[in-house]
Nanobody, 114 residues
């Protein structure tokens, strides 16, 4: 089994920044990609950003230039630096790990509001 511990969500004003962290533990040796998805009320879960073991990244068009994903392989941790946040970024953010199956964290809430 794989476990994720997510942190860093909260309330921020438009234009502000937040950094999400996701620390993985357990049977993580098979995970080749990690990342973040988000789900707003009444909407489907959507990709935010992913990063492979080799460092290749992929971003949703809506966050390109504002969000940066990074990982620390020694700490088995992936980070999402979010800047220039907009109200439409408000959602529950879920850590994701991909191997021969998908793993999900419990989610952390990000609310962008004045």
């Amino acid at each position: 089994q794989v476990q994720f511990v997510e942190s860093g969500g909260g309330l921020v004003q438009p234009g502000g920044s937040l950094r999400l962290s996701c620390a993985a533990s357990g049977r993580i040796f098979g995970i080749y990609v990690m990342g973040w998805y988000r789900q707003a009320p009444g909407k489907q879960r959507e990709l935010v950003a992913t990063i492979t073991n080799g460092g290749s990244t992929n971003y949703a068009d809506s966050v390109k230039g504002r969000f940066t994903i990074a990982r620390d392989n020694a700490k088995n941790t992936v980070y999402l630096q979010m800047s220039s946040l907009k109200p439409e970024d408000t959602a529950a953010y879920y850590c994701y790990g991909g191997s021969n199956r998908n793993y999900w964290g419990q989610g952390t809430q990000v609310t962008v509001s004045s």
